[in-house]
């Protein structure tokens, strides 16, 4: 009877130790699957699908190194700057939604918000350049306008033809009448014309502007500029009315120069007290742009600015160097 008592609490003894264990036993949980990310094609080079989700996402930026000078500088101005682009699309019922934002840092401190805004079927909402923003490609010129927050819609008709209107809003808490912005556009395989109008609400005043591009060959690209302002505005450049034009030719792949010149008529009166109210001024500039390999460039401009307002003549210009990615 004790051997078997003995036994039986032997194996009562082994069950309850292996049930002990069995309850104790670490269960390994199978890996889940990883999700690489996707390349997205559908809106150009760059885009990779945002893990999980069906948007498309490209990040690219710049870092710029520029000398600035003129002619009565006592010494060097250089200035590096850093810029970084976001940009997010996907598909809707709606048509593509995209998202923008551009930061810019320099080296004096300054950071700035370029351009932050979203898009969709045509509607375009946030802070970007005015839709009156439009010059000749020199960098002597003026067209007038800069940065401002704005509704904007734009319609395109197809056959390059495009028709855009924008309420905008250079005050801030000043009063509730926004400024109308309005531009017509008609690109094909000549060339494009642009034609612009604005109304600054604050200032009373508005302008009223055209730039043509002509492709004369394969490398030769001629673009004229003409504007009238009926007085100092956000969108206005200090003068009445002006007109300008501006070459550029490709040399080759890497090489392209350019050359132009404006002129100013009527300067309308401001702060500035050598200016006189009437001054006629000019300026001409050329630019040399080459690039050194892929998204590396570097662009040379030199201008000249004179007339009434101007007791010397002035020289100007940079050397700029683009590291993009």
């Given at each position: 009877?004790?051997i078997k008592?003995l ?9 309850a ?8 036993a ?9 999700e ?15 893990p999980?989700t ?36 996907s598909?809707?019922e ?108 604050t ?17 030769l ?25 501006y ?18 008529g ?31 460039t ?10 009434e ?17």
């Amino acid at each position: 009877m004790n051997i078997k008592s003995l036994l039986l609490g032997s194996a009562a003894a082994l069950l309850a130790v292996s049930g002990a264990r069995a309850a104790d036993a670490v269960v390994v949980a199978e890996p889940e699957p990883m999700e690489y990310v996707r390349i997205c094609d559908v809106y150009g080079a760059g885009f990779y699908y945002i893990p999980g989700t069906e948007t498309c996402l490209k990040i690219g930026g710049l870092v710029r190194y520029q000398i600035d000078w003129t002619d009565n500088d006592d010494g060097w101005k250089k200035t590096t700057t850093a810029r970084l682009k976001l940009d997010a699309r996907s598909e809707t019922e709606y048509g593509t939604f995209k998202r923008y934002i551009e930061t810019s840092i320099s080296n004096a401190g300054s950071m700035t918000l370029r351009y932050a805004y979203f898009e969709l079927g045509g509607l375009m909402i946030g802070r970007n350049d005015t839709l009156f923003d439009g010059a000749l490609s020199g960098e002597f010129d003026k067209g007038g306008g800069d940065f401002i927050n704005q509704i904007r819609y734009t319609f395109d008709a197809g056959n390059g033809i495009a028709v855009s209107v924008s309420l905008e809003e250079a005050d801030t808490n000043y009063d509730y009448t926004p400024n109308v912005a309005g531009k017509v556009s008609i690109a094909q395989g000549w060339g494009s014309v642009d034609l612009f109008a604005a109304y600054d609400a604050t200032a009373e005043e508005y302008a009223v502007k055209g730039v043509a591009k002509f492709k004369a060959t394969d490398a030769l690209t001629l673009e004229a500029l003409a504007s009238y302002n009926s007085g100092l505005s956000f969108y206005g450049i200090g003068y009445e009315w002006s007109v300008g034009g501006y070459a550029k030719y490709q040399v080759s792949e890497k090489l392209a120069i350019g050359a132009g010149g404006q002129y100013f008529g009527d300067r309308f009166e401001d702060a500035a007290p050598a200016v006189v109210l009437g001054n006629n001024d000019w300026a001409i500039g050329a630019v040399v742009d080459y690039t050194v390999v892929e998204n590396l460039t570097a662009k040379l401009a030199v201008n000249y600015n004179d007339g009434e307002s101007y007791a010397d003549g002035a020289f100007s210009g940079f050397l700029r160097l683009d590291a993009s990615f």
